[in-house]
């Protein structure tokens, strides 16, 4: 029987970590928490049963690497799918670029400062109920980590409505990841993928809105829609396949 209290107690325990450094101006204080915060999921996951974070969904067996990169090309593809759609169609002028070298040179740091605060926020809005809520049925499951990554961004909250379909349309997508996947690695190499092209997007581009300022981010949401439609439409092609094969054997 879960110990429901020690659940709920845990989820604040790592909700406190992650936003407690939103109340400071402050890069170091940042640093510190986010990276605390894969410590402290650590230590709770030890407490609760787990060794390391495989109970959260990372477990270091398997070809977990390959998943992983795989999820961080994808999402690298489907973020600056975004800004060519917005580019294309007129939505954002590219008033100039930086060089290749540029982004090279930034990339390792910009690898370094994305993953911590990609996989804080996987663990706390899907490894953590993947490790104690997977018995769900998949549907409600995803709706639920969708709903929880949505409400996360406590901050965004009231912005433009294309803003909240972007992110609980990216929440179906990595929620529909850890589902086929029964891991976090896909969600978090999409995640950490689209994270590293937004920063490198905003230090290497200058964009300027040639209208609604929210019709790039519709764009986004447009991707991010596209890609769960690809996501399902794979996995009910690879599940057809392994029916009929278990059919003629």
């Keep these: 029987m879960k110990n429901w209290i020690s659940i709920i107690a845990g989820f604040i325990f790592l909700f406190f970590i992650y936003h407690f450094p939103e ?12 990276i605390g915060f894969l410590v402290a999921a650590i230590f709770l996951c030890r407490l609760q049963g787990w060794k390391l974070l495989e109970g959260y969904g990372l477990s270091l067996t398997g070809k977990w690497y390959r998943i992983l990169l795989v999820g961080l090309l994808v ?3 489907s973020f600056t ?3 060519l759609l917005s580019i294309g169609l007129n939505y954002e002028n590219l008033e100039s670029l930086q060089t290749f070298g540029f982004f090279l040179k930034s990339l390792p740091l ?6 911590f605060p990609s996989i804080a926020e996987d663990i706390l809005t899907r490894g953590y109920l993947y490790g104690h809520l997977k018995s769900l049925k998949p549907i409600v499951w995803i709706l639920l980590s969708s709903a929880l990554y949505v409400l996360n961004h406590i901050w965004r909250l009231n912005e433009d409505i294309s803003v909240l379909s972007y992110l609980f349309l990216l929440g179906l997508v990595l929620g529909f990841c850890v589902v086929i996947k029964k891991s976090l690695w896909l969600a978090l190499g999409i995640h950490w993928g689209a994270n590293i092209a937004y920063e ?5 581009l200058h964009l300027n809105s040639t209208g609604d300022k929210n019709a790039s981010t519709w764009m986004l949401s447009l991707v991010w829609g596209t890609i769960l439609v690809i996501l399902i439409m794979i996995h009910r092609n690879r599940t057809s396949q392994s029916i009929r094969q278990i059919v003629l054997e």
Excluded: C, D, P, Y
């Design 200 to 204: 490198l997007s905003n230090e290497g």
């Design 75 to 77: 999402g690298l593809a």
């Design 23 to 34: 109340f400071f101006q402050s890069f170091w204080v940042t640093a510190v928490f986010k």
């Design 81 to 83: 799918l975004s800004i």
């Design 110 to 115: 910009t690898l370094f400062m994305t993953f």
